[in-house]
C-alpha cells in the first residue's frame, strides 16, 4: 500500500528533457508534457520562460508535469514536426496526448497550473487525494 507523501518529504525534481529524445507517448496517462519550442537556446523568451519553469518547479511536479525543450529547428524532432511551431511557442498536453494549450508567449507557472487544475483528470486527482487525506 503506497502512503502519502507529506510535506516534509521530498518531491521528485522536475524533468526537464530534450524532444530530439523524447516520444510523447511515452507519458500518456502518466505525465502532462509542457512542450517549449524555440529557434534558439538564446531566445529571450525561451530563457525567461525557463526562468519561469525553474523558479516554481515543485508546482508544476505536483501536478505530473514532465518539460520537453526543442530548440534546435534544424534537428527535426519528431514533436517538432507534429506541432509545427513557429518561433517560440509553449504546448501543454494532457494525460490523455492531447494538445491542450498552445501560446506564442512565455507563461507563468501559475497560468500553466490553472490550465492544468481546470481540468477534469485534473480534478478527479484532486478528489481522489482528498478522499484518501480522510481514510
Do not use: C, H, Y
Not at 505536483?62 to 514533436?79: G, L, M, Q, Y
Not at 491542450?100 to 490553472?114: G, L, N, Y
Request: glycine share 2%; proline share 7%.
Amino acid at each position: 500500500m503506497a502512503q502519502a507523501q507529506t510535506a516534509a518529504e521530498p518531491t521528485e525534481p522536475l524533468a526537464i528533457l530534450n524532444a530530439v529524445d523524447t516520444d510523447l507517448n511515452e507519458f500518456k496517462w502518466i505525465k502532462r508534457p509542457v512542450v517549449i519550442f524555440a529557434d534558439s537556446e538564446f531566445d529571450p523568451a525561451f530563457v525567461e520562460q525557463m526562468e519561469l519553469i525553474v523558479s516554481e518547479a515543485d508546482r508544476l511536479v505536483e501536478r505530473d508535469v514532465v518539460v520537453i525543450t526543442d530548440t534546435d529547428p534544424d534537428a527535426r524532432s519528431e514533436i517538432r514536426l507534429r506541432m509545427r511551431p513557429r518561433g517560440f511557442m509553449l504546448t501543454l498536453v494532457g494525460k490523455d496526448g492531447q494538445l491542450k494549450i498552445r501560446k506564442p508567449f512565455p507563461q507563468d507557472v501559475r497560468e500553466i497550473t490553472a490550465s492544468i487544475d481546470k481540468m477534469p483528470m485534473r480534478q478527479r486527482e484532486i478528489r481522489e487525494a482528498k478522499e484518501a487525506a480522510r481514510n
